[in-house]
């Protein structure tokens, strides 16, 4: 089932076939991981979201006309949870970098700490935790056009898709979301 398309897996898993979803859960659960946990900065919140992202998609993948775009879907579903929890006061957190996630624990924890070793994986790490404070500041359209931009290769269309808006309000979102983020930088003499 390696070999089959997003597009296949969603047509054999509305026929009923549970083995089809878990390859696609298998090819789009770390993507969606780490979309939550840089919005929400708490590994837990995003595994809970994962999970739910993941449901939902299961109980209403019959809805979906276009399997193709299963992975913009997610994403779509992903985000409208994660919306839900910054509205909820209980979960309000600052956004965090997931490379400190990754450090503290999880299957990259020697890799990053080899990395480390050397002063320009430290300076980027600083600069990478730097831009993403800076993102946490900027208003959540911009961030997650850029997130799902940059950190999930995404194009202007199908974030357009994901968020609900046109693909030319993405690109305009991206670019002042851009702006704003070298400008802070600028002020912290970080760019």
């Not at 929890?85 to 600052?94: G, I, V």
């Not at 996630?101 to 480390?116: I, R, Y």
């Not at 831009?131 to 359209?141: D, N, T, V």
């Amino acid at each position: 089932m390696d070999s089959l398309s997003d597009e296949q897996l969603v047509s054999l898993t509305q026929q009923g076939n549970t083995q089809a979803f878990n390859q696609l859960t298998a090819r789009w659960e770390t993507s969606i991981y780490r979309f939550a946990l840089r919005n929400l900065g708490n590994s837990e919140d995003a595994r809970d979201i994962c999970q739910e992202a993941l449901l939902k998609a299961y109980l209403q993948i019959k809805k979906l006309r276009e399997g193709g775009k299963f992975k913009a879907w997610l994403h779509h579903i992903a985000l409208n949870l994660i919306r839900d929890r910054f509205r909820s006061p209980r979960s309000r957190t600052e956004v965090r970098s997931i490379d400190a996630e990754d450090q503290q624990s999880g299957p990259f924890a020697m890799q990053m700490a080899e990395q480390n070793r050397t002063h320009a994986a430290m300076e980027r790490g600083v600069m990478m935790r730097t831009a993403e404070a800076i993102l946490g500041k900027i208003p959540e359209e911009q961030r997650w056009a850029i997130m799902l931009r940059e950190y999930h290769g995404f194009s202007s269309e199908e974030i357009g898709e994901i968020t609900g808006v046109p693909a030319a309000t993405v690109r305009t979102r991206i670019f002042y979301g851009l702006r704003s983020v070298r400008r802070m930088l600028g002020e912290q003499g970080a760019g």
